[in-house]
């Protein structure tokens, strides 16, 4: 599987196969194979990147095939502040430029008795219930703005696109945080705090 004296297609048909695999091994459920439960041992880096826009690269050239895309996102794994593809037998260093995700799409479910819960959908198709476990966390940006970030799974992260972000500042709210007046989005009854409410006001 890192083998980078491959060619591309050579290469991408060996990953492929090896991630075909791990995706029917015992224990997969909903298309996710139980990639924490593996220590294989470390085989090296490959020439693989996952770009800040969601763009997959393999030997720098981008991956076209978004089937191809969400299987191998399904054997990705994170230890530390690094990004491994990983299977029974193997894992391989793959570099990550921001987060592995992206959050293109958020919906928005009442159920009735008046809780919010936003629901976002990744690149990789992935549904994601905003809740306890599954946090929003606002980042500083680099133009001065805030980039949120969704947690999708085993400290896997979602980037949220700016335009479901202006999304989420619409739908902001004032709550009392430990002592502090904070400004923030609410969903599946949790509160998931942006900035400093006054800081908020200032800026407005």
């Given amino acids: 599987m890192a083998n980078q004296g491959q060619s591309t297609n050579q290469g991408l048909e060996g990953l492929t196969a090896a991630a075909k695999s791990a995706a029917n091994a015992e224990g997969a459920k909903k298309g996710l194979p139980p990639v924490h439960l593996w220590n294989p041992p470390f085989c090296g880096d490959l020439d693989m990147r996952i770009a800040s826009d969601g763009t997959w690269f393999y030997m720098g050239t981008p991956i076209g095939r978004p089937a191809l895309v ?5 054997i990705l794994k994170r230890e530390g502040d690094k990004h491994f593809l990983v299977t029974p037998v193997e894992k391989v260093g793959i570099r990550v430029d921001d987060a592995p995700f992206l959050a293109v799409e958020m919906l928005k479910h009442n159920d009735g008795e008046g809780i919010l819960l936003l629901r976002f959908r990744t690149n ?6 905003c809740d306890a476990a599954h946090r929003l966390r606002f980042e500083p940006a680099a133009d001065g703005g805030l980039t949120p970030y969704l947690h999708v799974r085993a ?8 335009a479901l972000y202006y999304d989420l500042v619409d ?3 004032e709550r009392m945080v430990d002592g502090q ?3 923030g989005v609410e969903s599946a ?7 400093d ?3 908020v006001r200032a800026a407005l």
Avoid: N, P
């Avoid at 400290?155 to 700016?162: E, I, P, Q, S, Y």
């Avoid at 009854?189 to 900035?195: N, P, R, S």
């Fill in 124 to 129: 990789v198709d992935d549904w994601v219930d």
């Fill in 181 to 183: 007046e904070m400004f």
């Fill in 189 to 195: 009854g949790e509160f998931f705090a942006m900035a």
């Fill in 155 to 162: 400290d896997l992260w979602a980037k949220v696109t700016r």
């Fill in 70 to 74: 969400r299987l191998f996102s399904t």
């Fill in 197 to 199: 409410a006054e800081q």
């Fill in 171 to 173: 739908m902001g709210a």
